[in-house]
């Protein structure tokens, strides 16, 4: 098969497990659905809250320089026009005068744009047309251009125009971050892949504030953190490309910015964002604003704009690029099995606990017993339908890295078995080191 083949034939295979195990529905499904819209079901919220409790942990618990914050997701305005957003946050579109659909030029193949063909109904295009990509809304009742308010297409402004109420409140000094997760709204003309573009999504990002003599520096060991954090959701090296963003397609407030790009089924396209937004933002706010938004040197009492370097996540394309990765076949026949190798602090479940048999009681009674113990640190699931091996696939295609069994043995001797999802091997462990072991498993 080619691998083109194989690769859609992946990103099926992954849609579909999604839908049936409860990772990700299609949106409004009982009205027909909604074009691109998806809905993270049971298992789906749990690896999603992963990646995100991942991240913060790592860029905000763990950094003395990094602080959180969480601001309004419809802001004044004002913001959207002191950032550029309602400018230049556009797309180039063209029309089909007959069936009207409409194309984002950039990406017609470039035989039907030398044409003005519409790939659609062979109509003729019209003239590229900037279309912002902010979704409008209106504050109020009334639906009148002074009520008229946007959803926020970045979570990065919350940081900039937060920064003096972070900088009075937390007595950073310089360099130093402001961390956010949250969702983004973008009328995006072509959504698609599954939940790699879509119109609704989320990102972790976060604005590092720098003197503009490092911002080389600091780029550069931004780079490595994406690199290390890249390795953490489990995906190769081979399929992370950078792609050095050229002048002419870099976003308005940017000097420098590479795309950290993943080899997706669909073509290789960007995973996340590394941009140096030199004091573009600090300085338009404090000029539309009147606010001051200098930062005062202690020492030598200089007050200047700091300049800022971003770097960005989508939490959703983080989520489809772990489960690509880890999506694993194993044998043929009778004895296939499909298992997600998830690494552990993004699996779900980190454990199922089983008794055995399911009508021997004394086993069921034991196994309640690991389970609730392991429940109150751990999210553990629980399973007592049909055979072991079933469960264990059942498991296995969730992603859960290890199953517990309760057999007659434990009754003698306090062990339980532990199975392995990747390698399907199982050992003994006594019950009294199970949490031990699932500290070390997911913290070390
Ligand atoms: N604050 C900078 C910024 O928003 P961006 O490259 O436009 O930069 C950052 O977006 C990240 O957000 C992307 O790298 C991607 O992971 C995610 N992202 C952007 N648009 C998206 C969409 N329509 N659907 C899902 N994720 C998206």
Same mark, same amino acid.
């Given at each position: 098969?080619?691998?083109?083949?194989?690769?859609?034939?992946?990103?099926? =295979?992954?849609?579909?497990?999604?839908?049936?195990?409860?990772?990700?529905?299609?949106?409004? *499904?009982?009205?027909?659905?909604?074009?691109?819209?998806?809905?993270?079901?049971?298992?789906?919220?749990?690896? =999603?809250?992963?990646?995100?409790?991942?991240?913060?942990? #790592?860029?905000?618990?763990?950094?003395?320089?990094?602080?959180?914050?969480?601001?309004?997701?419809?802001?004044?305005?004002?913001?959207?026009?002191?950032?550029?957003?309602? =400018?230049?946050?556009?797309?180039?579109?063209?029309?089909?005068?007959?069936?009207?659909?409409?194309?984002?030029?950039?990406?017609?193949?470039?035989? %039907?744009?030398?044409?003005?063909?519409?790939?659609?109904?062979?109509?003729?295009?019209?003239?590229?047309?900037?279309?912002?990509?902010? @979704?409008?809304?209106?504050?109020?009742?009334?639906?009148?251009?002074?009520?008229?308010?946007?959803?926020?297409?970045?979570?990065? +402004?919350?940081? @900039?125009?937060?920064? =003096?109420?972070?900088?009075?409140?937390? /007595?950073?000094?310089?360099?130093?971050?402001?961390? +956010?997760?949250?969702?983004?709204?973008?009328?995006?003309?072509?959504?698609?892949?599954?939940?790699?573009?879509?119109?609704? @999504?989320?990102?972790?990002?976060?604005?590092?504030?720098? /003197?503009?003599? *490092?911002? *080389?520096?600091?780029?550069?060991?931004?780079?490595?953190?994406?690199?290390?954090?890249?390795?953490?959701?489990? %995906?190769?090296?081979?399929?992370?490309?950078?792609?050095?963003?050229?002048?002419?397609?870099?976003?308005?407030?940017?000097?420098?910015?590479?795309?950290?790009?993943?080899?997706?089924? @669909?073509?290789?396209?960007?995973?996340?964002?590394?941009?140096?937004?030199?004091?573009? !933002? %600090?300085?338009?706010?404090?000029?539309?604003?009147?606010?001051?938004?200098?930062?005062?040197?202690?020492?030598?009492?200089?007050?200047?704009?700091?300049?800022?370097?971003?770097?960005?996540?989508?939490?959703?394309?983080?989520?489809?690029?772990?489960?690509?990765?880890?999506?694993?076949? *194993?044998?043929?026949?009778?004895?296939?099995?499909?298992?997600?190798?998830?690494?552990?602090?993004?699996?779900?479940?980190?454990?199922?606990?089983?008794?055995?048999?399911?009508?021997?009681?004394?086993?069921?009674?034991?196994? #309640?017993?690991?389970?609730?113990?392991?429940?109150?640190?751990?999210?553990?699931?629980? !399973?007592?339908?049909?055979?072991?091996?079933? #469960?264990?696939?059942?498991? !296995?295609?969730?992603?859960?890295?290890?199953?517990?069994?309760?057999?007659?043995?434990? %009754?003698?001797?306090?062990?339980?078995?532990?199975?392995?999802?990747?390698?399907?091997?199982?050992?003994?462990?006594?019950?009294?080191?199970?949490?031990?072991?699932?500290?070390?498993?997911?913290?070390?």
């Amino acid at each position: 098969m080619a691998k083109k083949e194989i690769q859609n034939e992946l990103m099926e =295979k992954i849609v579909s497990l999604c839908k049936r195990r409860g990772f990700i529905f299609p949106g409004s *499904e009982i009205y027909g659905g909604m074009a691109n819209s998806w809905d993270y079901g049971p298992l789906g919220v749990e690896i =999603k809250n992963n990646v995100k409790s991942l991240w913060w942990n #790592r860029f905000v618990h763990r950094r003395d320089d990094i602080v959180g914050l969480d601001a309004a997701l419809i802001m004044n305005p004002k913001v959207w026009e002191a950032s550029g957003h309602l =400018k230049n946050f556009s797309d180039p579109l063209v029309e089909c005068a007959k069936c009207h659909h409409r194309f984002r030029e950039d990406m017609l193949e470039s035989e %039907l744009l030398k044409k003005a063909e519409c790939p659609d109904c062979g109509g003729k295009l019209g003239k590229p047309k900037q279309f912002n990509l902010m @979704f409008k809304t209106f504050i109020g009742p009334a639906e009148e251009q002074a009520n008229v308010a946007y959803f926020r297409p970045e979570t990065a +402004q919350g940081m @900039f125009v937060d920064f =003096k109420n972070v900088l009075d409140t937390t /007595r950073k000094n310089l360099p130093f971050g402001i961390a +956010q997760i949250g969702k983004a709204f973008r009328n995006e003309i072509t959504p698609g892949n599954f939940i790699f573009r879509t119109r609704e @999504f989320e990102q972790m990002e976060i604005e590092y504030f720098i /003197r503009e003599n *490092e911002w *080389e520096k600091q780029f550069e060991l931004w780079r490595k953190e994406m690199h290390e954090w890249m390795k953490l959701l489990g %995906l190769e090296a081979k399929h992370i490309h950078e792609l050095e963003v050229s002048e002419d397609k870099r976003a308005h407030y940017s000097k420098r910015t590479i795309d950290f790009e993943y080899d997706f089924p @669909f073509g290789t396209s960007e995973l996340y964002g590394l941009a140096y937004r030199t004091d573009f !933002d %600090l300085s338009s706010h404090a000029a539309a604003s009147g606010a001051n938004l200098k930062y005062k040197d202690a020492e030598t009492n200089e007050e200047f704009f700091p300049h800022v370097i971003e770097p960005t996540w989508g939490v959703d394309r983080s989520v489809l690029a772990a489960l690509l990765a880890a999506y694993k076949e *194993e044998g043929e026949g009778d004895a296939k099995r499909v298992y997600l190798k998830l690494p552990i602090r993004l699996a779900p479940y980190k454990a199922a606990v089983f008794p055995l048999l399911k009508n021997k009681p004394e086993l069921v009674k034991k196994a #309640r017993e690991v389970y609730l113990s392991l429940r109150k640190k751990y999210f553990i699931d629980w !399973d007592e339908r049909g055979n072991i091996g079933k #469960r264990y696939y059942a498991q !296995d295609e969730i992603g859960t890295p290890y199953c517990i069994t309760v057999d007659f043995e434990t %009754l003698e001797n306090d062990t339980v078995t532990l199975r392995d999802r990747d390698t399907a091997k199982q050992k003994r462990i006594p019950i009294a080191e199970l949490d031990a072991f699932f500290h070390h498993e997911i913290y070390s």
